[in-house]
T-cell receptor
Framework: NAGVTQTPKFQVLKTGQSMTLQCAQD?????MSWYRQDPGMGLRLIHY???????DQGEVPNGYNVSRSTTEDFPLRLLSAAPSQTSVYFC??????????FGPGTRLTVL | KQEVTQIPAALSVPEGENLVLNCSFT??????LQWFRQDPGKGLTSLLL?????REQTSGRLNASLDKSSGRSTLYIAASQPGDSATYLC???????????FGKGITLSVRP
């Protein structure tokens, strides 16, 4: 049981490049979400999903895209990277209303 | 809009002290409250989850309490150890759908 896994662990992009952050869970959780963590701002919700085929926006969705084709996977796409997207990104999963489990994070730097 | 506050932002105590970490929230209509631990450069580890119908939850040296009417939760750490040094965050969901609003955390340092 691997829990929540995220790849890559580190990434450096140039402004304007696109990339996908991967997230997978093996706990059969319905709920998955993406947060970003910035100094002084805390953790903020980007997008979330309550099940396969269902996604919705969180607090800071601009510049990010998600899809959920399976229960296990919830990738986060950066469409055109900007320096303001330099952050640490965390994926989380849970059964609805239950304990949330977080992945180890992806540290992204946009130059 | 729910707001979660944790004060102070940092705390330093000598080993062996019992300590209390505070968390306050503005909307008392919460479904549950969760406490997390985050070590530097790592992800979040869930410590305790208190359902809205509960007053307390305990796990080892940790005890979390919840007072919905006053919008407060406390995390009590007994006999603190240097290994307890980390950032502690509390979070509440928006409704039952698990969208969490986080406090900014309390960075705890336990001195040997």
């Amino acid at each position: 049981n691997a829990g929540v896994t995220q790849t890559p662990k580190f990434q450096v992009l140039k402004t304007g490049q696109s990339m996908t952050l991967q997230c997978a869970q093996d706990m059969n959780h319905e709920y998955m979400s993406w947060y970003r963590q910035d100094p002084g701002m805390g953790l903020r919700l980007i997008h979330y999903s309550v099940g396969a085929g269902i996604t919705d926006q969180g607090e800071v969705p601009n510049g990010y895209n998600v899809s959920r084709s399976t229960t296990e996977d919830f990738p986060l796409r950066l469409l055109s990277a900007a320096p303001s997207q330099t952050s640490v990104y965390f994926c989380a999963s849970s059964s609805v209303g239950d304990t949330q489990y977080f992945g180890p994070g992806t540290r992204l730097t946009v130059l | 809009k729910q707001e979660v506050t944790q004060i102070p932002a940092a705390l330093s105590v000598p080993e062996g002290e019992n300590l209390v970490l505070n968390c306050s929230f503005t909307d008392s209509a919460i479904y549950n409250l969760q406490w997390f631990r985050q070590d530097p450069g790592k992800g979040l580890t869930s410590l305790l989850l208190i359902q809205s119908s509960q007053r307390e939850q305990t796990s080892g040296r940790l005890n979390a309490s919840l007072d919905k009417s006053s919008g407060r939760s406390t995390l009590y750490i007994a006999a603190s150890q240097p290994g307890d040094s980390a950032t502690y965050l509390c979070a509440v969901p928006t409704g039952a759908n698990s969208k969490l609003t986080f406090g900014k955390g309390i960075t705890l340092s336990v001195r040997p």
